[in-house]
């Protein structure tokens, strides 16, 4: 990869790329490398000595770390290709793998947010503790209204609140 951990001189450059500062991605990164073996049956650069490739990403932390900032970054694949050194498909690729033990290895450490709720009783149950809960509705679709006049009002080109 172009740029390791290495590179991310203060706490606010590791936030920037990351999220995170660098003492809780060495945290998140020893339980990342658990998964991967726990997934594979062997770490990542015993993987690839198997294969004789060389390789963008060459260990779990490089691994990880391009993971996270796939995802801090919000480039394109062609972008996240030319930033860390690989072509679009191995840049999608990638951050499939890293997703994958990523999602492991927050559900081990459980960490990882609750996404999906059978029913209500479920949802209430799960946020009985909070005082406050926030929800951003604001693309929420709607049904469109037959009256034109209607139409009007719930029409949405421009994003413009028309009250």
């Known amino acids: 990869m172009k740029f390791g951990l290495e590179d991310l001189k203060t706490e606010r450059q590791s936030r920037a790329a990351i999220g995170m500062d660098k003492e809780r991605f060495i945290k998140l990164l020893l339980g990342f490398k658990s998964s991967y073996f726990e997934r594979y049956g062997t770490s990542l650069k015993e993987r690839q000595m198997d294969n004789g490739i060389e390789y963008c990403i060459n260990s779990e932390e490089e691994l990880l770390l391009y993971t996270l900032f796939s995802f801090k970054s919000g480039l394109t694949y062609d972008l996240l290709g030319l930033v860390c050194g690989m072509d679009k498909s191995n840049a999608k690729r990638n951050q499939a793998?890293?997703?994958?033990?990523?999602?492991?290895?927050?559900?081990?450490?459980?960490?990882?947010?609750?996404?999906?709720?059978?029913?209500?009783?479920?949802?209430?149950?799960?946020?009985?503790?909070?005082?406050?809960?926030?929800?951003?509705?604001?693309?929420?679709?709607?049904?469109?209204?037959?009256?034109?006049?209607?139409?009007?009002?719930?029409?949405?080109?421009?994003?413009?609140?028309?009250r």
Do not use: H, W
């Open 97 to 162: 793998v890293g997703l994958e033990i990523l999602g492991k290895t927050l559900t081990t450490m459980d960490c990882m947010p609750k996404r999906n709720f059978l029913n209500v009783k479920d949802f209430e149950d799960f946020f009985t503790d909070e005082k406050q809960l926030i929800i951003d509705a604001t693309e929420q679709p709607i049904q469109r209204p037959s009256d034109k006049e209607q139409q009007k009002v719930c029409y949405s080109g421009k994003k413009k609140d028309r």
